[in-house]
């Protein structure tokens, strides 16, 4: 899983794969412990790339929202592709599910879904699709409101540094995977 933040709050992303048992886009916000939300908040910040390596439990009872907490080892950089150990064995609490999507490897690249987190903030997040592909997760100002979820087409097959919509400014990526999507 990805880990990243926005404003004061952490959200983790499964990371998803083009098929199979982990071809799901899920987005969820979590609580960890007071002391470890104060040491990864200035690494999340950054946008430095945190994973997590969790321990195993079911992705179903996650998305089913019967999976309420978890343990797993936090990471610098991706836990399968030479990521340091920070912590181990943190406790996870599942907040709140945002996003909840089987990939379907068939559709056009290019379209995202617009999650409206509150605060002018929204979270854009491509929809995989036909390889090649990508998973992006960005970060931009908007008018959505918490709880909208929306989707959008670009006009590009490509990651997005910057939309055309004018009711989307300041993008920022959060989390880009390209490699298991080749």
Same mark, same amino acid.
């Given at each position: 899983?990805?880990?990243?933040?926005?404003?004061?709050?952490?959200?983790?992303? %499964?990371? @998803?794969? @083009?098929?199979?048992?982990?071809?799901? $886009?899920?987005?969820?916000?979590?609580?960890?412990?007071?002391?470890?939300?104060?040491?990864?908040?200035?690494?999340?910040?950054?946008?430095?790339?945190?994973?997590?390596?969790?321990?195993?439990?079911?992705?179903?009872?996650?998305?089913?929202?019967?999976?309420?907490?978890?343990?797993?080892?936090?990471?610098?950089? %991706?836990?399968?592709?030479?990521?340091?150990?920070?912590?181990?064995?943190?406790?996870?609490?599942?907040?709140?599910?945002?996003?909840?999507? @089987?990939?379907?490897?068939? #559709?056009?690249?290019? #379209?995202?879904?617009?999650?409206?987190?509150?605060?002018?903030?929204?979270?854009?997040?491509?929809?995989?699709? $036909? =390889?090649?592909?990508?998973? #992006?997760?960005?970060?931009? %100002?908007?008018?959505?409101?918490?709880?909208?979820?929306?989707?959008?087409?670009? =006009?590009?097959?490509?990651?997005?540094?910057?939309?055309?919509?004018?009711?989307?400014?300041?993008?920022?990526?959060?989390?880009?995977?390209?490699?298991?999507?080749?």
């Amino acid at each position: 899983m990805a880990l990243f933040a926005i404003n004061d709050r952490i959200y983790a992303s %499964h990371l @998803p794969m @083009p098929n199979g048992k982990h071809a799901v $886009q899920c987005i969820f916000e979590t609580q960890l412990p007071s002391q470890f939300k104060a040491l990864l908040m200035p690494l999340l910040k950054t946008k430095q790339l945190v994973t997590i390596q969790p321990q195993k439990f079911s992705l179903n009872k996650l998305r089913s929202g019967e999976l309420t907490q978890f343990s797993g080892d936090i990471f610098i950089g %991706h836990f399968e592709r030479s990521g340091q150990i920070k912590y181990t064995n943190v406790k996870f609490k599942v907040q709140n599910i945002l996003l909840n999507k @089987p990939v379907r490897p068939v #559709q056009h690249n290019g #379209q995202f879904y617009a999650l409206g987190l509150g605060r002018n903030t929204c979270l854009l997040v491509h929809k995989i699709g $036909q =390889s090649p592909s990508f998973d #992006q997760i960005i970060t931009a %100002h908007c008018d959505y409101h918490a709880g909208d979820i929306t989707e959008l087409i670009s =006009s590009k097959n490509g990651p997005v540094t910057e939309f055309e919509w004018t009711d989307i400014v300041g993008a920022q990526t959060l989390y880009i995977e390209t490699k298991d999507f080749k």
